[in-house]
């Protein structure tokens, strides 16, 4: 940030947990396509002193501290739009396409 903080410093943030991680990747940090996980999300939101909880046990899991909206994973995309658009003070269409 600007004034050299951290996004997620102090913050309450979810995100990919490393327990679902480490039954994606292989013993070399690789995804299955062969790809190396360039960093694990919940290693980098401690280290910058974020406040974790991937809320596991929830089917989704969507965060909303200030300014910063977080969400767990493809499971959460709809929840985490719906909450993005709410915090932006947009209203969602009926769900039509619009053109």
């Not at 995804?31 to 939101?45: N, S």
């Not at 046990?57 to 995309?77: I, N, W, Y």
């Not at 739009?81 to 009926?94: A, V």
């Amino acid at each position: 940030m600007r004034d050299g903080s951290l996004l997620a410093e102090g913050r309450e943030v979810t995100g990919f947990p490393n327990a679902w991680e480490d039954e994606i990747v292989d013993e070399n940090e690789c995804m299955p396509d062969g790809t190396k996980l360039p960093y694990r999300i919940e290693d980098e939101i401690k280290a910058a002193d974020g406040k974790w909880d991937a809320q596991i046990s929830e089917d989704t899991s969507v965060k909303v501290d200030g300014d910063l909206v977080t969400s767990r994973g493809p499971a959460s995309s709809e929840e985490a739009i719906n909450t993005l658009l709410d915090e932006m003070g947009i209203e969602r269409g009926s769900g039509e396409d619009h053109e």
